[in-house]
């Protein structure tokens, strides 16, 4: 069984993100970059897939500048066996993202895909619905455990009531929450060993898709700098600020 990851270069999730003077867009001068928290977790939800002789080649595909291929060295050198990258100019929209995936998995034929629910960058949370409904494939999202059973992929989800259990019919797509693992840590070997895995650069032009934008970005600007609590000392002061003060009751 073959899995497919896409997974997205994003600023490390411990740097403090700066906006650029103008306020056109976050200012990416020498900040880290990282591999995205839950691409990771899809990542390795497919390494244990291939351990326990479930899945047999484990492909991650990113979408971006050539600068993108330390991201998909870091998921080789988790256990990942090829990495393919669609080279493009600039960011995508999650629809162009969706639309670009969807070639890919027309082209490997894959029998699951794994990706995180979101990129800690856009928090849109939207690729994986998009790419489920291009491809016409089921889909589980939010999985906090996956099974592969019979054919079927049984998605454990967190809901706002608790957990749903649903079953899918290969092929189908799954989004990963926080809690489905814990990736693993890269060994140096596993580093070396993944500079000689194949790595595939294509244009994007290859795919014969018009990506035209459907939003525009106005403007970027920090959150507001927040002012620091105060202690009460007993509950009728509390209820006090909560209903004069904050006017919440």
Do not use: W
């Amino acid at each position: 069984m073959k899995v497919l990851v896409p997974v997205k270069r994003v600023v490390d999730h411990n740097v403090k993100i700066r906006v650029q003077n103008d306020g056109s867009q976050v200012d990416l001068s020498n900040a880290k970059m990282a591999l995205n928290p839950f691409c990771e977790i899809a990542v390795e939800e497919a390494i244990r897939l291939k351990e326990l002789g479930i899945a047999s080649e484990i492909v991650v595909v990113t979408i971006g500048e050539e600068v993108a291929q330390e991201q998909l060295r870091s998921a080789l050198a988790m256990g990942a066996d090829r990495g393919l990258l669609i080279a493009t100019p600039s960011s995508l929209e999650p629809l162009n993202l969706a639309k670009l995936l969807a070639k890919v998995v027309e082209r490997e034929q894959p029998s699951l895909i794994l990706m995180g629910k979101q990129s800690i960058d856009g928090d849109n949370n939207q690729t994986g619905q998009m790419l489920a409904s291009l491809c016409g494939y089921p889909q589980g999202t939010f999985a906090a455990e996956l099974r592969i059973e019979n054919g079927q992929a049984l998605v454990t989800r967190e809901i706002d009531g608790g957990l749903q259990t649903v079953s899918l019919t290969l092929p189908a797509v799954v989004t990963t929450d926080l809690r489905l693992n814990q990736p693993r840590y890269t060994s140096l070997p596993n580093m070396m060993k993944a500079k000689k895995k194949p790595l595939s650069i294509l244009p994007v032009e290859e795919f014969g898709l018009e990506l035209r934008p459907h939003t525009t970005l106005l403007k970027v600007e920090t959150p507001p700098v927040r002012e620091a609590g105060v202690r009460v000392d007993s509950v009728d002061e509390l209820l006090n600020k909560l209903k004069n003060e904050a006017k919440v009751i």
